[in-house]
T-cell receptor
Framework: DAKTTQPPSMDCAEGRAANLPCNHS???????VYWYRQIHSQGPQYIIH???NNETNEMASLIITEDRKSSTLILPHATLRDTAVYYC???????????FGTGTRLKVLA | DTGVSQNPRHKITKRGQNVTFRCDPI?????LYWYRQTLGQGPEFLTY????????KSRLLSDRFSAERPKGSFSTLEIQRTEQGDSAMYLC?????????????FGPGTRLLVL
């Protein structure tokens, strides 16, 4: 099965960039990497996704390594409201099943 | 509000009772997912619907669990003969785009506590 590995927790100073790594070495060639975050006990919120190229939107940037075995989510100017659990997610090839993993608990410090 | 809604938001039940949860996806979304999330863990895939067809079920979904989406709109998840291990947050998500770009929109979840 596809699997993602993330550090369990990270701290970041407010206003600084938060760089959240994810290992997804078993990802299949045509599967996307998705990032979501979950604040308190709300439902997860979509952030960004990518296949091979780096991606940027109004929330974040996504850097994917050339071999696609890992990626980094970048929050360029973290705020206290970015404190959440961040998940990188991949789909199991040939299925409709998405794997979330345990995520990274990001704490933004004032 | 046009997001995904779930009802009830909280449910407390006694072991052995049956419970049913409802999910109303975003109106034009034809794909719907159910997940289960226990404390400190990420969501775990339970099942997937495309319109009214249930196309995939996780091995986590024991015979006590059943999900339906009768008209391809709202969905229900029923747990029969609940056990304490069923205590979790049950999340519903919907999407419309092709699978490769399957950005999922999640509801707020139903938190189940089995006593």
């Amino acid at each position: 099965d596809a699997k993602t590995t993330q550090p369990p927790s990270m701290d970041c100073a407010e206003g600084r960039a938060a760089n959240l790594p994810c290992n997804h070495s078993t990802i299949s060639g045509n599967e996307y990497v998705y990032w979501y975050r979950q604040i308190h006990s709300q439902g997860p919120q979509y952030i960004i996704h990518g296949l091979k190229n780096n991606e940027t939107n109004e929330m974040a940037s996504l850097i994917i390594t050339e071999d696609r075995k890992s990626s980094t989510l970048i929050l360029p100017h973290a705020t206290l409201r970015d404190t959440a659990v961040y998940y990188c997610i991949v789909r199991v090839a040939g299925t409709y099943k998405y794997i979330f993993g345990t995520g990274t608990r990001l704490k933004v410090l004032a | 509000d046009t997001g995904v809604s779930q009802n009830p938001r909280h449910k407390i039940t006694k072991r052995g009772q049956n419970v049913t949860f409802r999910c109303d996806p975003i109106s034009e979304h034809n794909r719907l997912y159910w997940y289960r999330q226990t404390l400190g863990q990420g969501p775990e895939f339970l099942t997937y619907f495309q319109n009214e067809a249930q196309l995939e079920k996780s091995r986590l979904l024991s015979d006590r669990f059943s999900a339906e989406r009768p008209k391809g709109s709202f969905s229900t998840l029923e747990i029969q003969r609940t056990e304490q291990g069923d205590s979790a947050m049950y999340l519903c998500a919907s999407t419309i785009v092709p699978l490769a770009l399957g950005t999922q929109y999640f509801g707020p979840g139903t938190r189940l506590l089995v006593l």
